[in-house]
């Protein structure tokens, strides 16, 4: 070997090494650069097959909404940090603080009902019967497989104005039962209570004015807790006297059928010598005599124990349940707000609505879906076009573009010669329930064929006006 040639050879050999030592390096930095996909703790991502479960829902709630003469608004994710302070008691920690961007301190919203009450006086509303479904955010210890998350979706209705006494109170019940009976998620419960019937217990059995809210966000554990965490909350966290405690639970432990209840109380004189004890239970005699009339009273829980936290609440407060499982917590809750609205503008404007847990019903119906395997349509496609033999894309492009003029739902195969066999897998994996098939026979006889997919059945029909025809068909197909 001549010495330019070992010379060549050994810089060539020099260079493999240099390349094979440097080589795990390059990757190594590749591998540091890497970004890690995944979405923000509490949050998900959805896929086709569960956004068709949504939309349904969402549809089927937007429907019952309309049905009582609901209009909508909007409102932005995000509000001044002073709009939101002060209305959520202690959850008021779980509020989603942002940085400052220009002078304004914002917060993304918590809920709907504090924008809501913003959006009525910083407009001058005084009578409005709403419903919005949107995002919130709260930074709380997300369990997904309960349905809880840090950012969600909550479908709110709310009546603001000064009406007799609980007469909306009493529709918003009503809606909550028709809500819950039709995303069909099982049996449930409305648990009831009244503000003002519990602050007045608090009075009765002694507890002081200053630690009513305190007494209240301990007793709303009651759902979560036994009784015994909670008493050792007010005592040895509140510093509420333990004798005072004691008295507590004798009225937070009861809870029956609305009218059993009611007249426990009365004959009992358990809330004797208190006004506002007096006038709640009137007030309650009222609604309960609404809902009986409405039909719905089967579903109500007069519960003592029901708390519900938010500082916001005046009237009657309710919360439903699942009976039977435990896989989620509330999934609707609502109440009484008539000084919220006040708080931000100059006059207050009476007001009552609920909130759906949207996000836990979700996570019940595709549990049980996914237990039943249950086949979903994830497209509203009704027509898929076929072609026989080539060269014919320009007459199926005629063909689908007559269907969308006409309002059919219709798709295609983007290939211009598409192989039959893909065309049909394409329609039936996609759950199409019509088929046009254009051939070249079709062409000659200016006709079409059109097959139902969930029969089989294959007819043929006139070319010309043939969307008026197809429409005829769909009518008849099973959904």
């Known amino acids: 070997m001549s010495e330019t040639v070992k010379n060549v050879t050994e810089q060539v050999e020099n260079m493999e090494v240099k390349e094979q030592t440097s080589a795990p390096k390059e990757k190594k930095e590749k591998k540091s650069n890497k970004i890690q996909l995944k979405t923000p703790k509490g949050t998900q991502d959805y896929n086709p097959r569960q956004m068709t479960i949504r939309e349904q829902v969402f549809d089927g709630i937007k429907q019952v909404f309309k049905r ?28 989603y603080d942002l940085q400052d ?73 009503v809606m909550i039962c028709e809500i819950l009976e039709q995303v069909k998620v099982g049996t449930f419960q409305i648990k009831l209570n009244h503000r003002k019937l519990l602050d007045a217990i608090f009075a009765i059995c002694g507890v002081p004015e200053d630690k009513f ?35 507590i639970e004798k009225f937070v432990s009861l809870k029956d059928e609305p ?49 519900r936290g938010l500082d916001y609440y005046t009237g009657i407060i309710y919360e439903a349940v699942l009976t039977g499982q435990d896989r989620v917590g509330s999934i609707a809750a609502g109440g009484r707000y008539d000084y919220l609205v006040g708080m931000y503008g100059k006059r207050d404007v009476p007001a009552v609505g609920f909130s ?29 076009v076929v072609q026989m033999e080539k060269e014919l894309i320009k007459e199926r492009l005629a063909i689908v573009s007559e269907l969308w003029k006409a309002g059919i739902n219709a798709e295609f195969s983007y290939k211009v010669n598409p ?36 029969d089989r059945k294959q007819v043929s029909i006139e070319r010309a006006n043939f969307t008026d025809k197809i429409k005829e068909i769909l009518s008849t197909i099973p959904k």
């Open 68 to 95: 009582h003469g609901a209009v909508t608004i909007e409102t932005p994710v995000f509000e001044l940090k002073e709009t939101l302070t002060g209305k959520y008691g202690e959850d008021s920690k779980l509020i």
């Open 101 to 173: 961007q220009g002078g304004e301190i914002c917060s993304l919203r918590y809920d709907l009902t504090v924008p809501f009450a913003r959006y009525c006086a910083m407009n001058g509303v005084q009578n409005i019967k709403r419903y919005h479904i949107a995002r919130v955010y709260r930074r709380d210890n997300p369990i997904m497989t309960k349905g809880r998350f840090r950012e969600f979706y909550q479908c709110d209705f709310d009546i603001a104005g000064a009406y007799d006494l609980m007469v909306p109170d009493a529709e918003c019940l």
């Open 213 to 247: 809210r305190a007494i209240c966000s301990a007793v709303d554990k009651l759902d979560k807790s036994p009784w015994d965490e909670v008493r050792k909350e007010m005592v040895e966290v509140k510093g509420l006297d333990g004798s005072v405690a004691d008295k």
């Open 259 to 307: 009218i059993k209840l009611l007249k426990h109380l009365r004959t009992t004189g358990m809330c004797d010598g208190n006004k506002d004890a007096i006038e709640a239970l009137s007030q309650l005699e009222t609604l309960f005599g609404y809902l009986e009339c409405f039909g719905v009273t089967q579903h109500i829980l007069f519960d003592l124990s029901l708390a």
């Open 356 to 384: 759906i847990g949207i996000e836990r019903i979700f996570t019940i119906l595709e549990d049980e879906y996914k237990k039943e395997n249950k086949k979903i349509r994830e497209n509203a496609t009704q027509v898929y």
């Open 419 to 454: 192989k039959l066999p893909a065309q049909l897998n394409s329609a039936d994996e996609s759950n199409i329930p019509l088929i046009i098939i254009i051939g070249k026979s079709e062409v000659e006889t200016n006709s079409l064929s059109v097959k139902t997919m969930h």
